[in-house]
Structures are given as structure tokens and as C-alpha cells.
């Protein structure tokens, strides 16, 4: 764990950023920071030592000049239900506190969720946004709490439109934009199902610049089961009416078990049956901080593309 938090600080990832992922394993665990506090996600079965030794580092590290002040774990190895964060170490912030990425901010919550509230991975995306979206409407599916949206306002988008399933992420992606300083006027927020909303919005014949989709790889709702192994072709199929000709869409999915030829299958299927005519101009890659093993450059758990439509 040092060796490899000793490498990002010679690469200069420490810079413009109080977060980091600082481990990475996909098999078994994670170690990210938010300022001074690590959250550990765990997804396997681990030595018995490996906790107590990534205590023991976190304790002594000094990512920022400030010693780390809090370690929480959250175990996915366990069934999703019964899954909840435990401190290890120190006290977590009882409330959300505000920590910068590319001189962004964005909200973190620490000891209560499933997550964080942002996804460290998508950072390279949010970069993107942030410096591309002036003037344009921008449409953010499955938002979770918001940070892309947040990036995209704070390009410039002319208005931005933020839906998620769960009632308490969207007004957590809410807060988000207004504690980044956004004019509410140039934003909505919806709580609800894509697959309810998207026919409204192409009824009232919306149009977009750029449409973010990166959704879960299985969510249920009141209206059934969604998976992006069956499912993918039948969303994107209700996206590409949206977009505009010339605009973007920048599609994702973070899953092992589906792979990236079944994805662009389903997308060229979607492009096919409703006509917009596609072409990759971008893949998505992990930021720099994610280091992986060589067992891990084959097929990437997180796939996806920036696609313009042509025609």
C-alpha cells in the first residue's frame, strides 16, 4: 500500500484534488480518501492481517500535510442488505462535508449509504465536463448524487436535467448543485424511473446536446427488474431520440459480467432501430490513480464510450 501511494505522489495525483484512490484491488478491496478520511470498500474474502495492516499505513499517512482523522469499512462481501459502513478508526463527520476535485465540490457523506456519494473512477469524465459544456443542454440518467451534473453546470451548460430512481440521492444531487454555487434556474432535478420518463421527454420532443448514462447493472422499481444484460438495447433505444444530430452521448457501465462486445452490440442494435447513425469519437478509461494488476487488462469492469450522432 505505501509502495503504491508513494507512486501517485511522484506522479503528481495529489495536485488539484483532496480525493484518491490509493489501493486497488478489483478482486478484494479499495482505499479511497476524501480529505482526511479513507473509506475502505471491501468485496471479498481477505487475509486476516490485511485490515489491520491498511489501518496501521492509514494511521501514519499524511496524503495532504494533515494526518488521516477517520477509517470506515464497507463490506459488499456480505449480502447487500445487511451491508453498512463500520469505523474502524477515529470519527467520521457526523454531517456532508465538502471536498474539492479539480478545484470542484462536491458533497461526501461517510457514515451512512452504500457510498460516498462520488465515484472516483468516473473523475477523467468529470474533467471533461467540466471544460466542454458551455451553452449546452445536458440530460444526466441514472445521476446518482449528481457530480456529473454539477461538472457539466459548471462548464456553463445552458440547463441541465438530473434523474435518478432514489428519492434521497437526487436531493443529495440537489444540494450538490447548490453547494456549488449553480443557478437553480439552469437546473431539474427529477426522482424517478428512466424508462417511465424518457417517453415523456420525447412526447414533448426534447433535445439534448449531451446525455450521460451510467446505470447500475441491476436496480428494481414498482415497474420490475432492470438489467443492463437484458435491458441496455431497450434504454438506449429510448435515449437516442433525444439526442440532438451532433450532440453526445456518453454511455457507461460498470459490470464485469457484461462485456464491452455485448455492450456496443446493443447500442449499434439501438442506433439501427431508431436510425441515429453513431461513431466513437472516445472511450472512457479509468483515472491514473487505478492501477491495476496484468490480470486485470483484459476485460475492464468499467466500460463505455462518448458517441456523436452523425445523422
Not at 93 to 119: C, D, W
Request: charged letters at 25%; aromatic letters at 10%.
Amino acid at each position: 500500500m505505501k509502495t503504491s501511494f508513494d507512486w501517485r505522489k511522484k506522479l503528481g495525483l495529489l495536485e488539484n484534488t483532496e480525493t484518491l484512490r490509493i489501493f486497488y484491488d478489483p478482486a478484494t478491496i479499495a482505499i479511497d480518501l476524501f480529505q482526511e478520511h479513507a473509506w475502505i470498500t471491501q468485496w471479498g474474502n481477505l487475509r486476516a492481517n490485511v485490515i489491520p495492516e491498511a489501518i496501521a499505513f492509514l494511521k501514519e499517512l499524511s496524503p495532504w500535510g494533515k494526518k488521516i482523522e477517520s477509517i470506515v469499512l464497507m463490506d459488499r462481501s456480505k449480502v447487500a442488505s445487511s451491508s453498512e459502513v463500520q469505523t474502524l478508526w477515529g470519527t467520521p463527520p457526523a454531517q456532508r462535508f465538502s471536498v474539492t476535485e479539480n478545484k470542484i465540490p462536491y458533497l461526501i457523506e461517510m457514515n451512512q449509504g452504500k457510498h460516498p456519494g462520488l465515484f472516483l473512477d468516473h473523475a477523467p469524465l468529470r474533467e471533461w465536463l467540466a471544460r466542454s459544456q458551455s451553452g449546452m443542454r445536458v440530460l444526466n440518467l441514472f445521476s446518482y448524487t449528481g457530480s456529473l451534473s454539477v461538472a457539466a453546470g459548471v462548464s456553463g451548460a445552458e440547463h441541465v436535467t438530473t434523474l435518478d430512481l432514489s428519492k434521497s440521492t437526487i436531493e443529495w444531487a440537489e444540494a450538490n448543485w447548490k453547494n456549488a454555487g449553480l443557478n437553480p434556474e439552469k437546473a431539474r432535478f427529477i426522482y424517478g424511473d428512466v424508462f417511465e420518463w424518457l417517453p415523456k421527454f420525447i412526447k414533448k420532443s426534447e433535445q439534448y446536446d449531451t446525455i450521460l448514462c451510467d446505470p447500475p447493472s441491476f436496480s428494481r422499481s414498482k415497474n420490475g427488474v432492470f438489467s443492463t444484460n437484458k435491458d441496455s438495447g431497450r434504454l438506449h433505444e429510448l435515449i437516442l431520440p433525444l439526442l440532438r444530430v451532433g450532440g453526445v452521448l456518453v454511455t457507461s457501465i460498470n459490470s464485469e459480467n457484461y462485456p464491452e462486445s455485448a455492450f456496443l452490440r446493443d447500442i449499434h442494435q439501438a442506433s439501427e432501430k431508431t436510425g441515429a447513425s453513431l461513431q466513437v469519437i472516445k472511450r472512457i478509461d479509468l483515472p491514473e490513480s487505478f492501477s491495476t494488476s496484468t490480470r486485470d487488462l483484459g476485460e475492464r469492469y468499467l466500460k463505455g464510450f462518448h458517441l456523436i450522432r452523425l445523422k
